[in-house]
């Protein structure tokens, strides 16, 4: 079955950069894009960003570009999306996807929440 | 950027009744709309693609409508399991956005 494996929850200092990872299993990672999606504390839901692994393609939304990096090792099944400069308004739930191009997400992962705080 | 108006913010039914969530696109988004359901504490799951489309295993009392650049989300015979908030998205332009969500309580 498909599934999206999430790293664990992180507190980090404001300024300071965090990379999350995406661990994918039970399908072929490098079919589908993996989209990340950023929840902040009883808000709505707001697209990062994309990643093809087959080829590193990304398309971003621009809030995000300068903030967030996409990045995949296909050998692992695993895509990362690193954070950086942080501010109190990164705090949030970051959540990994899977879904084709331009197209709905069909699986998520756990979701990580990240804390900024000194 | 694509806005995506969803209505109500909140609403509450009992066991057994119908009800309707909104989302207007901004502009023409050419069925291009996914609803999910988020459960506290849990990840959002797909529940209809392509405005209209059932994913698998989603309970048939869960229906997506569409008219022009409205969508609808209905839910029948209420389950107690449906208490959830829920989103739509469209995925038709680049950056791909999400309605502020409707919470559901079940009286």
């Known amino acids: 079955q498909v599934k999206l494996l999430q790293s664990g929850a992180a507190l980090v200092k404001p300024g300071a950069s965090v990379k999350m990872s995406c661990k994918a299993s039970g399908y072929t990672f490098t079919d589908y894009w993996v989209s990340w999606v950023k929840q902040s504390h009883g808000k709505s839901l707001e697209w990062i960003g994309e990643i093809y692994p087959n080829s590193g393609a990304t398309n971003f939304n621009e809030k995000f570009k300068g903030k967030a990096t996409l990045t995949v090792d296909k050998s692992t099944s695993t895509a990362y999306m690193e954070l950086s400069r942080l501010t109190s308004e990164d705090s949030a739930i970051y959540y990994c996807?899977?879904?084709?191009?331009?197209?709905?997400?069909?699986?998520w992962g756990q979701g990580v929440m990240v804390t900024v705080s000194s | 950027d694509i806005q995506m108006t969803q209505s109500p913010a909140s609403l509450s039914a009992s066991l057994g009744e119908t009800v309707t969530i909104e989302c207007l696109a901004s502009?023409?988004?050419?069925?291009?709309l996914a609803w999910y359901q988020q459960k506290p504490g849990k990840s959002p799951q797909l529940l209809i693609y392509d405005a209209s489309s059932l994913q698998d295993g989603v309970p048939s009392r869960f229906s997506g409508s569409e008219s022009g650049t409205q969508y609808s989300l209905e839910i029948n015979s209420l389950q107690s399991e449906d208490a959830a908030t829920y989103f739509c998205q469209q995925h038709h332009d680049y950056p791909f956005t999400f309605g502020s969500g409707t919470k559901l309580e079940i009286k």
């Open positions: 996807t899977r879904g084709l191009l331009q197209d709905y997400f069909d699986y």
């Open positions: 502009e023409d988004i050419y069925s291009n």
